[in-house]
Structure formats: C-alpha cells, structure tokens
C-alpha cells in the first residue's frame, strides 16, 4: 500500500517492535511515538506520546536539523 510519501513508513502489524522499544499502552496498543532516523539508521529524536497539535512543526524543526 503507498501513501505518497517521500520517505519509508514502518509497519509492526505483529506487535514485536512495540514491545522492544517499550511503546506499549495499558490497552495494548502502541503509544503514540514518532521517531526521527537519521540516513544511517540511528534514532536521532524521539516524541513520544505526541499530541496532534503542532506535532507537525515540531518533526519538521528536528528533521531539518538532521539535514544542516
């Protein structure tokens, strides 16, 4: 399925990522966390429990960061 990014999107349909990174709600379900990865692979920054409300801006800020 494509979304029309630019950029790859990661799927845990199996739960196992949610566990390891120790996202996991009290419901189960994976807390809402974006991670920002730098070119080689490393986690550069992390929101975690992100809020809809300028959360936007906020990755933007981070990523061009990444790119200076």
């Known amino acids: 399925m494509t979304c029309g990014a ?3 999107l990661l ?3 199996g739960g196992r ?3 390891q990174l120790g996202i996991k709600s009290e419901r189960g379900t994976a ?6 990865v730098d070119k080689e692979g490393r986690i550069r920054r992390i ?8 959360h936007t801006e906020e990755v933007l800020a981070a ?3 990444l790119q200076r």
Not at 31 to 36: A, K, L, S
Not at 47 to 54: I, N, S
């Open 6 to 8: 630019n950029f790859p």
């Open 31 to 36: 807390r809402r966390t974006t991670y920002v």
């Open 47 to 54: 929101f975690p429990d992100v809020k809809v409300d300028g």
């Open 17 to 19: 990522l949610v566990e």
């Open 63 to 65: 990523v061009r960061e």
């Open 11 to 13: 799927s845990d349909a």
